[in-house]
């Protein structure tokens, strides 16, 4: 079973950037559809989608963060990186990796234990 740690969250200020990393470990993740989603202070317990990308490097963003931001995965070092750009109040919120097979929702798949965002503006 694959764990997950992410790191990179942090204060910045609107417009500003940041690169989020999820660390992998106990699998390789070349088999996984890599994702991170968000929760923020308006979605309560809901868990957004902000990117995710498959095992042949296909990626698929949400509608909220569309351009702004790339995710990309590293197999060699079993890393998955989220550069975040442009970043509004509005991206405020906990950052999850998750790990998930293709057939499988993202709620079935592995989760990291989050990493803060906060934009200030």
């Known amino acids: 079973q694959v764990q997950l740690v992410e790191s990179g969250g942090g204060l910045v200020q609107a417009g500003g950037s940041l690169r989020l990393s999820c660390a992998a470990s106990g699998s390789i993740i070349t088999p996984y559809t890599m994702g991170w989603y968000r929760q923020t202070p308006g979605s309560g317990s809901q868990r957004e989608l902000v990117a995710e990308i498959t095992p042949s490097g296909t990626s698929n963003y949400g509608d909220s963060v569309k351009g702004r931001h790339t995710i990309s995965r590293d197999n060699a070092n079993n890393t998955v990186l989220l550069q975040l750009n442009s970043l509004t109040p509005e991206d405020t919120g906990v950052y999850y990796c998750?790990?998930?097979?293709?057939?499988?929702?993202?709620?079935?798949?592995?989760w990291g234990q989050g990493t803060q965002i906060t934009v200030s503006s």
């Open positions: 998750n790990a998930r097979f293709a057939l499988f929702a993202a709620k079935f798949g592995n």
